[in-house]
């Protein structure tokens, strides 16, 4: 066989480096640690039957962490592509991540006071108190440096600190069922702004950033220009972002608090799926890079090549055969997870083809590809909306990753 043959199945199709294997395994133990923590409040409360206390934390925490992914501005991807293939002539990582932090922050700032602004003439919610006290967390949000640890190789660093802001809440929610919901939701949101400057400050010190050389090669013009640039990388994934926030308020508005909460259980487990699918792409992205640039990929060889795709295939097996095994015990927890289990391969197989456009500079290409994969299907679903089931909910998401790889696939045949 052709050793050129098997050496791009070896990188996409298994761990080749020892820093890979590291960085995947520290970044599930801090999955282990933060979602899993997560995973074992929710179905403490779930069990327990307090519905009330996760549809609510479950959609105020959507909304708090799609303004944090805006103000990431997408610098995660961003800064991680900087530092694996850097622009020509252009600033340093270390510069890069300086001026788009001190875009990031203004903008978080003027959030932040919005959303308090707001907040005054609001009634006492457990929403509004979320909102306002963990919105605080985005001033120090704003400075995270996932996108630099990702691209220098240490992901499973980045991954422990992220982990920091979700156990900071999970811990507390079980004793929150004793308390007033506007109270519990000043309790939490507090603890997670908290968790999130504790979080950042371990990522700036293990980054290690150079501040006074990074200032030397800025200006204001160079910042704003970090900014515009950085924004195709965030306008990529507010898609997908926008899809979730979506299916969430259609649950809030439409459903009962025990079918919220069975949706968003539902979700949190397939998410599950999801964050391990992405923590291989993070590490994987060295790699990855690389074999782009040496062999012309098909779309049929790439998914045949790669782990990702994989993994979801195994994942949803493993999510269907699972929810047999919880029938006896809740047949309806049981059938939302089976309907819900092709969904993970899905997601494989349309961020594999993602990441190839995103890699290739095609970022503003992929957004609308994207945005045209997941309006339709809230267009097409939302007519036939069911209000006894979580059946709508999880086919807009299903058909928005088939319809996504279908585009990802017709753009590069076309390319």
């Keep these: 066989m052709n050793p050129s043959l098997i050496r791009p199945r070896r990188l996409l199709g298994g761990l080749a480096s020892s820093p890979k294997i590291r960085n995947l395994v520290l970044l599930m133990v801090s999955f282990g640690f933060g979602q899993g923590t997560l995973f074992l409040a929710t179905s403490y409360l779930y069990w327990h039957r307090h519905y009330q206390l996760i549809a609510e934390f ?18 995660t991807l961003y800064l991680a592509k900087e530092v694996v293939a850097p622009q020509e002539n252009g600033p340093s990582a270390a510069a890069t991540y300086v001026a788009l932090s001190l875009s990031r922050f203004v903008g978080a700032a003027v959030l932040a006071v919005t959303f308090f602004i707001y ?31 990702d691209g220098a190789g240490r992901s499973g660093i980045s991954g422990l600190t992220q982990a920091i802001s979700i156990v900071g809440v999970a811990v507390a929610m079980p004793a929150c069922t004793y308390l007033e919901l506007p109270t519990a939701g000043r309790v939490l949101g507090s603890l997670f702004a908290l968790s999130i400057g504790i979080s950042v400050a371990f990522q700036v010190f293990a ?7 990074a200032f030397t090669e800025l200006s204001p013009r160079r910042v704003f220009t970090i900014a515009a640039v950085s924004l195709p990388y965030m306008l990529t994934a507010l898609p997908g972002q926008l899809l979730f926030r979506a299916q969430v308020m259609l649950a809030a508005q439409f459903l009962s608090a025990s079918l919220v909460a ?20 993070r590490v994987d992205i060295k790699d990855f890079t690389e074999e782009l640039r040496q062999k012309t990929w098909t779309p049929l060889g790439i998914l045949l090549a ?34 819900y289990s092709p969904c993970i391969l899905g997601i494989a197989i349309a961020a594999t083809l993602q990441r190839v456009l995103i890699l290739r500079s095609k970022a503003v290409e992929t957004t609308v590809l994207l945005v045209i994969a ?34 990802f696939i017709a753009r590069w045949r076309y390319h």
């Design 58 to 75: 479950g959609t105020a925490n959507a909304v708090t962490t799609f303004v944090f992914f805006i103000t990431d501005w997408g610098g």
């Design 262 to 281: 069975l949706f968003l259980y539902c979700r949190q487990i397939i998410g599950i799926g999801y964050q391990g699918l992405g923590f291989y792409l």
């Design 207 to 213: 980054a290690r950033i150079p501040w006074r050389s």
């Design 119 to 149: 907040s005054l003439g609001q009634p006492t919610t457990f929403f509004n108190e979320y909102l306002k006290f963990a919105s605080l967390g985005m001033l120090c949000y704003g400075f995270n440096a996932i996108g630099i640890l």
């Design 306 to 339: 790669s782990t990702t795709v994989r993994l979801g295939a195994l994942g949803t097996l493993a999510v269907g055969v699972g929810s047999l095994a919880l029938w006896k015990f809740n047949p309806s927890f049981a059938e939302g997870l089976a309907a």
């Design 374 to 407: 997941n309006v339709l299907p809230i267009l097409a679903v939302y007519p036939l909306f069911s209000t006894n089931t979580i059946y709508s909910l999880i086919l807009m998401e299903f058909i928005s990753m088939v319809l996504q790889s279908a585009l």
